[in-house]
C-alpha cells in the first residue's frame, strides 16, 4: 500500500502531465484539504519529491494569496541533460540526490529499470564504505563514469 505522500507525488505529477506547459499553481492549503492531510506534509512532498536532482523547479509565495509554482524542467537535448546532470554532481554528490538523479534518468528514459538498480546498488553508502566527504567524492566519480558511458551509448 502506498502512503499518503506517494499518493500526493503522484496526483501533482498527474496535473502536470496534464498541464501542456508543464507548470502548475498550487494553494498548500487546498492540496492539504483534498487529500485531508496537515499543510506540513504537502511541504515535504514538495520538498522531496520535487527537487532539482529530479527534473523540477519549485518556487512559492507566502501569505494569504500564497501559492506554490511547480515546474517541470524539460530538456529535448539528452546529451545536454546528461552533461549539466554531470556539472551538478561535481565534486560531491548524497546518495539521495544520486537516487533522485537516477529516478529522472528513469523518467526520461535514459536508461533501464534494471540498470537503475545496478547504478542504485553502486552507488550506496553501504557500497562505498568510506567516510564522509572521501565517499561523496568517490560516489559523484562513480555516477560520471556512469553517465558518461550512458551519453556516448546514445
Given at each position: 500500500?502506498?502512503?499518503?505522500?506517494?499518493?500526493?507525488?503522484?496526483?501533482?505529477?498527474?496535473?502536470?502531465l496534464?498541464?501542456?506547459?508543464?507548470?502548475?499553481?498550487?494553494k498548500?492549503?487546498?492540496?492539504?484539504?483534498?487529500?485531508?492531510?496537515?499543510?506540513s506534509?504537502?511541504?515535504?512532498?514538495?520538498?522531496?519529491?520535487?527537487?532539482?536532482?529530479?527534473?523540477?523547479?519549485?518556487?512559492s509565495?507566502?501569505?494569504?494569496?500564497?501559492y506554490?509554482?511547480?515546474?517541470?524542467?524539460?530538456?529535448?537535448?539528452?546529451?545536454?541533460?546528461i552533461?549539466?546532470?554531470?556539472?551538478?554532481?561535481?565534486?560531491?554528490?548524497?546518495?539521495?540526490?544520486?537516487?533522485?538523479?537516477?529516478?529522472?534518468m528513469?523518467e526520461?528514459?535514459?536508461?533501464?529499470?534494471?540498470?537503475?538498480?545496478?547504478?542504485?546498488?553502486?552507488?550506496?553508502?553501504?557500497?562505498?564504505?568510506?567516510?564522509?566527504?572521501?565517499r561523496?567524492?568517490?560516489?559523484?566519480?562513480?555516477m560520471?563514469?556512469?553517465?558518461?558511458?550512458?551519453k556516448?551509448?546514445?
Open positions: 500500500m502506498r502512503n499518503i505522500s506517494d499518493v500526493i507525488e503522484a496526483h501533482l505529477k498527474q496535473i502536470i496534464r498541464n501542456n506547459q508543464n507548470i502548475i499553481e498550487i498548500r492549503s487546498e492540496i492539504a484539504d483534498q487529500f485531508e492531510c496537515v499543510p506534509q504537502i511541504n515535504y512532498v514538495i520538498n522531496t519529491r520535487f527537487t532539482v536532482e529530479r527534473g523540477y523547479l519549485v518556487e509565495k507566502r501569505g494569504g494569496g500564497g506554490i509554482r511547480i515546474t517541470r524542467i524539460t530538456n529535448d537535448d539528452k546529451t545536454k541533460l552533461d549539466d546532470i554531470i556539472a551538478m554532481i561535481q565534486p560531491t554528490v548524497t546518495q539521495q540526490a544520486a537516487i533522485d538523479i537516477l529516478e529522472r528513469l526520461e528514459d535514459l536508461i533501464t529499470k534494471r540498470e537503475a538498480k545496478i547504478m542504485v546498488s553502486a552507488l550506496t553508502r553501504d557500497t562505498l564504505a568510506f567516510q564522509l566527504p572521501v561523496d567524492e568517490i560516489r559523484a566519480r562513480i560520471t563514469a556512469m553517465l558518461s558511458s550512458v556516448y551509448e546514445m
